[in-house]
């Protein structure tokens, strides 16, 4: 071993051997932070060939490389004889997206749209500006590059009413075909084809937790399950997520960037639609006007369609932007109307809202005292530490009324242990300072347990308007969280239930107490008591970060759909919209995996719409897979 010794502040020098070893330790630790988001990891940019050779006409133009819009481009261009353009307002995702848990980080960056919802004055208050917070992804893989990852199907119920509301081929027998769909492996290294590779949260670290929340879920009669079950309505289990040894493994992963070295396929990044061009009838979208890099404005032609997969906020901006809405809201902002409908409305979302008890238990000094740079580096050498998984591994839907098998709540759990104070300040940044301290310092004494509590069906009804003409202005968001009172109502039930959780044998054990948080207002009221808890939620209740609904999809004779059941835009023959935003309702769970399953069923009402020319897929595995 040569001496390559350098000189450092040190009482004693290395005489060779040991900076040899730190210094191929080093390089080792920088390799694999590199590793952790490389450049082959993701779909090359096409951007500098459209302003060199000039951009052409495509038979599909995909707007967002989200986890629909990443869906609907590979398996697109499964047809050799079809020419795909996809358009990403982001970038390359950084290496903190890679990292489970790690999502937090990536908000109020330039990989995420920061959304604000308009001021309501009893909920989200003690969010910094008082104001709703409601994050998307603005990166490759879309949102579901920055979400926890979760990959729960939604309830058999949720789409047997979209079958029942007049949307064909949308009722759980027909939409579980295409999450089967989702998740098969197929294709081969001559022709790859995109999948999500799902895998579950079971943090080694919080074995003792997890049963706990197992034990005293069943103590209560919610029945405990290894893995959900198809259709699945009430339980505790284990959280599939779209995760494989501990990388995330997002759409714009495992569906787009697999299979972009096709050369039918073009991806060009940092690309911000603004505005989607009809023909004089408006009944034809004839081409897409965008933004490249903030500084080249650029136009595609389309030969057959646009596809629209920009989010449940930003899919009805663009369409508003380009004529498409409703009529007084344009006028207004002087946009030329080309079709008055109703987009923009029905904005559907969760309630969020978070319950943490204090634990003081000897048992969990099992759990190792190792920082974050511990955890870092243990994931970076041996891919092997808490940082593999979430910060939460199981959840459970229970109905509070006890009147029936649909869950009315749903519940995530997230452990911090004692001491983990920069970590959990970064999952509570976006509070108000003096509440985020005030949980420090409790944290720097005792370990906490949060309990995320979700109303699985709300009833209130918001709606997107655009706040200008400008497409660089950000939204207006009305949510309208808990302006029905039956959704207030629900959550008041759901906090019952955590407190009759806390009286369990199984949480009595881990001596875990409900934590009361020192609020001026709610402390005038009697600790527990119906009128503190509703002053809680206006305080610490917020978004669930599950917005749907804005491009509705529903029959003709649904005054307020948008886009037909086969999510072709209504009056307009080319043009559809496949991503959350055309759910009817919200699903009652989290909404990744439903909107990777709308971007299968988009494609394949394309492929079967446009069957005349599927020739051009003539690869016998490619011709299987596409009529299961």
């Known amino acids: ?218 103590e209560l009669g919610v029945p405990s399950m290894s893995a959900f079950e198809d259709g699945v309505e009430v339980g505790t289990a284990f959280l599939p997520v779209t995760n494989s040894k501990g990388r995330r493994t997002a759409t714009g992963k495992t569906y787009l960037a697999k299979v972009s070295r096709r050369p039918n396929l073009h991806v060009i990044k940092n690309a911000h639609v603004h505005k989607i061009h009809f023909d004089s009838s408006g009944k034809r979208a004839t081409r897409v006007t965008f933004s490249l890099r903030e500084s080249y404005e650029l136009s595609v032609e389309v030969r057959k369609e646009v596809v629209l997969s920009a989010g449940a906020i930003d899919s009805p901006k663009l369409l508003m932007l380009s004529g498409v809405g409703p009529r007084k809201h344009l006028e207004k902002l002087d946009i030329p109307v080309v079709r008055d409908m109703p987009v923009g409305s029905n904005l559907r979302d969760h309630v969020a809202l978070r319950v943490h008890f204090k634990l003081e238990h000897t048992s969990l000094n099992a759990f190792e005292q190792t920082t974050y740079i511990d955890f870092l580096y243990q994931f970076l050498t041996r891919n092997n530490s808490r940082l593999v998984n979430g910060p939460s591994s199981i959840t459970s839907f229970i109905n509070t009324k006890g009147d029936s098998d649909l869950p009315d709540i749903q519940y995530h759990y997230a452990l911090h242990q004692q001491g983990d104070v920069d970590f959990f300040g970064v999952h509570f940044a976006r509070r108000d300072q003096k509440y985020t301290a005030r949980l420090s310092g409790i944290l720097r004494k005792s370990h906490l347990v949060t309990f995320l509590l979700m109303s699985t069906k709300p009833r209130s009804v918001g709606k997107i308007r655009l706040r200008s003409s400008d497409y660089l202005d950000h939204p207006r968001i009305f949510s309208n969280y808990l302006s029905d009172p039956e959704d207030m109502a629900t959550i008041l039930r759901g906090i019952r239930f955590i407190e009759r959780l806390e009286r369990t044998k199984a949480m009595r054990e881990l001596n875990a107490t409900l934590l009361r948080i020192p609020l001026e207002e709610c402390d005038e009221y009697e600790y527990r008591s119906e009128a503190y808890w509703r002053c809680y939620v206006k305080y610490f209740g917020e978004a669930g970060y599950h917005q749907t609904g804005t491009v509705k999809m529903g029959p003709s004779s649904d005054r307020g759909a948008c886009v037909d059941p086969r999510l072709r835009l209504y009056g307009v023959e080319n043009l559809r919209v496949a991503d959350a935003s055309i759910m009817p309702d919200v699903p009652r769970g989290n909404t990744n995996a439903p909107t990777i399953m709308i971007g299968e069923r988009g494609a394949d009402f394309i492929k079967q719409d446009w069957k005349k020319d599927d020739q051009g897929a003539n690869d016998s595995k490619w011709r299987s897979f596409n009529a299961l």
Not at 14 to 39: E, M, P, R
């Open 1 to 218: 071993m040569t001496n390559t010794s350098i000189q450092l502040p040190c009482a004693a020098q290395s005489v060779g051997a040991v900076n040899s070893l730190v210094t191929t330790l080093f390089q080792t630790i920088l390799t694999a932070q590199c590793a952790l988001s490389a450049k082959s990891d993701w779909p090359p940019d096409y951007g500098d060939e459209a302003l060199k050779d000039g951009i052409g006409k495509y038979d599909f133009i995909v707007i967002g490389a989200g986890s629909a819009g990443s869906v609907v481009a590979s398996r697109l261009s499964e047809n050799t004889k079809w020419k795909v353009l996809v358009l990403e307002v982001g970038d390359d995702p950084p290496q903190e997206s890679e990292i489970p848990g790690w999502h937090p980080f990536l908000q109020r960056t330039r990989y995420s749209w920061d959304y604000f919802s308009e001021p309501l004055p009893h909920i989200c208050q003690a969010l910094g500006r008082r104001l709703c917070y409601n994050p998307r992804g603005k990166l490759i893989g879309g949102s579901g590059a920055i979400n926890g990852m979760i990959y729960v199907k939604g309830h058999r119920q949720d789409f047997d009413d979209w079958l029942a509301a007049g949307n064909t081929q949308w009722g759980w027998a027909d939409v579980n075909r295409f999450y089967e769909r989702a998740v098969r492996p197929v294709g081969n290294t001559t022709h790859p084809m995109g999948y999500v590779v799902i895998d579950a949260y079971k943090d080694e670290g919080s074995v003792l937790l997890n049963s706990a929340i197992f034990n005293a879920t069943a």
